[in-house]
């Protein structure tokens, strides 16, 4: 309860900030970045176009991936028309598709651009049942394991990009307070969502893979750690905000609930503030494997904290990657 007033009153935590924070108002005292170089997925819509903005606003130089590049265009002229020197790459990326991933790093890499930051911003409610084209649940799939896959072939980039410059390297995975809705065997249920569109729930699917993105956070971070890589992962929730995820429900029930809710609902600016300080705050030096919310360090469900699933996860992840999609469950179940 006393939570709930303190966000709703925007009290400010340990930090400085919170709830009622902006992106622009966590960043200024990071006001030059621009010897970082930063890839931002999501980044032409919604809470990732406002940490993409704010950060060109900083000096930051933006690759853009985007499935489409109209809406990425359009980003990218609305961020130069306020940042006219603003540096900013459009490149193509699905990250349903494990095959899109690869060749986007590919490219990344041809262009020999650092990378310092690597915010996995984007995500999907998918309403219906679908599969990947890898033949993975299609919320899952893009929401967790295409980061997965663009994180691991992107690590070794940030890490020699940190051994180059001396700049800590910085991995934001962008998760939310849903993860805590989902109990139950990970690798199971999403055995049982792939296979059998029956066993199909879209909330709990999506719940599914936001406490994976929790759980990648809590794995990578330790083995970066064992490695002694000067790279953080930290995984953040931004909070309760109307983005593209809800638009294939508006409507009449969609719309009351929202505005029954609204005292809860941040703006674009305040939801885009925990992504932005944990990207760029120098207070975070050093600071991996943590959960944000409000911009201040918070705690995971039970499950996210678990550390034995989230090596169990990270082993799955690695077959479903590197395996034939029809062999993805066998493995897991042997």
């Not at 809705?181 to 999403?190: A, K, P, R, V």
Request: net charge positive.
């Amino acid at each position: 309860m006393l939570d709930a007033v303190r966000y709703l009153l925007g009290s400010v935590g340990p930090s400085g900030y919170g709830s009622k924070s902006t992106a622009e108002q966590v960043t200024e005292s990071c006001a030059d970045l621009r010897s970082i170089t930063a890839i931002i997925t999501g980044g032409t819509s919604g809470i990732g176009a406002e940490t993409a903005r704010v950060l060109a606003k900083r000096g930051v130089r933006l690759v853009l991936p985007a499935r489409s590049f109209k809406a990425a265009e359009d980003t990218k002229a609305r961020i130069m028309s306020e940042c006219p020197g603003a540096e900013i790459a459009i490149m193509p990326l699905d990250l349903s598709s494990l095959r899109s991933v690869q060749i986007f790093v590919s490219e990344f890499e041809s262009l020999g651009l650092p990378l310092n930051l690597l915010i996995n911003n984007a995500g999907k409610f998918a309403h219906g049942h679908a599969i990947s084209e890898d033949g993975i649940e299609m919320t899952f799939a893009t929401n967790y394991l295409g980061h997965f896959m663009l994180t691991k072939l992107l690590l070794n980039k940030m890490i020699d990009t940190a051994k180059k410059t001396g700049v800590q390297g910085r991995i934001v995975n962008v998760s939310s307070g849903i993860h805590s809705w989902f109990s139950g065997d990970i690798i199971e249920s999403l055995r049982l969502i792939t296979r059998n569109q029956s066993h199909y729930d879209a909330t709990r699917a999506y719940a599914l893979s936001k406490l994976a993105n929790v759980l990648h956070t809590k794995e990578l971070a330790r083995r970066l750690e064992e490695t002694e890589a000067n790279v953080t992962v930290n995984c953040v929730h931004p909070g309760i905000v109307r983005t593209r995820l809800t638009r294939e429900r508006e409507g009449l029930v969609t719309d009351l609930v929202f505005f029954l809710t609204s005292k809860l609902l941040k703006t674009m600016p305040q939801a885009a503030a925990t992504t932005c300080y944990v990207a760029t705050h120098p207070r975070l030096f050093n600071v991996s494997g943590k959960y944000f919310s409000d911009c201040n360090e918070a705690s995971t469900s039970k499950l996210g904290s678990n550390s034995a699933e989230a090596a169990r996860l990270w082993s799955a992840s690695e077959i479903m990657v590197s395996k034939d999609p029809k062999a993805v469950f066998d493995p897991l179940n042997a």
